[in-house]
Nanobody, 116 residues
Framework: QLQLVESGGGLVQPGGSLRLSCAAS????????IGWFRQAPGKEREGVSC????????NYADSVKGRFTISRDNAKNTVYLQMNSLKPEDTAVYYC?????????WGQGTQVTVSS
C-alpha cells in the first residue's frame, strides 16, 4: 500500500524553526517528484516546495525562498522540509504529495502554528 506520512509540526514562536518529515511506504521516494503544500484556514492549498526525482532539483514558492529548504534521505525514504525564520503567515496544515502513475497521493497533513 502506497502511503505518505507527515510529522514534525507544532507550535513555534515567530522567528523559530521546525523540520517536517514526509516518510513514504510502498514506493521509493527518489523515483518521483515530491512536493510540499500547505493550506491555511479559509485559503486554497498552495505549493511550497518540491524536489525532483533523480537529479534532486528543488523549487520554492517566492514566499518561502531563503527560509525553507527541502531535502531527501534516500536511505530513510523520507523527504524533509526545514523551515527557518517562521512567520505567522506560515501557519497552515502542511501536506506532502507524490504523483505516481497519474494518481495523486497525499499524506494526512501536519499542523504548523506560528504564534507568540
Amino acid at each position: 500500500q502506497l502511503q505518505l506520512v507527515e510529522s514534525g509540526g507544532g507550535l513555534v514562536q515567530p522567528g523559530g524553526s521546525l523540520r517536517l518529515s514526509c516518510a513514504a511506504s510502498g514506493f521509493t521516494l527518489d523515483y518521483y517528484t515530491i512536493g510540499w503544500f500547505r493550506q491555511a484556514p479559509g485559503k486554497e492549498r498552495e505549493g511550497v516546495s518540491c524536489i525532483s526525482s533523480s537529479s534532486g532539483t528543488t523549487n520554492y514558492a517566492d514566499s518561502v525562498k531563503g527560509r525553507f529548504t527541502i531535502s531527501r534521505d534516500n536511505a530513510k525514504n523520507t523527504v524533509y522540509l526545514q523551515m527557518n525564520s517562521l512567520k505567522p503567515e506560515d501557519t497552515a496544515v502542511y501536506y506532502c504529495n507524490a504523483v505516481i502513475r497519474g494518481y495523486d497521493y497525499w499524506g494526512q497533513g501536519t499542523q504548523v502554528t506560528v504564534s507568540s
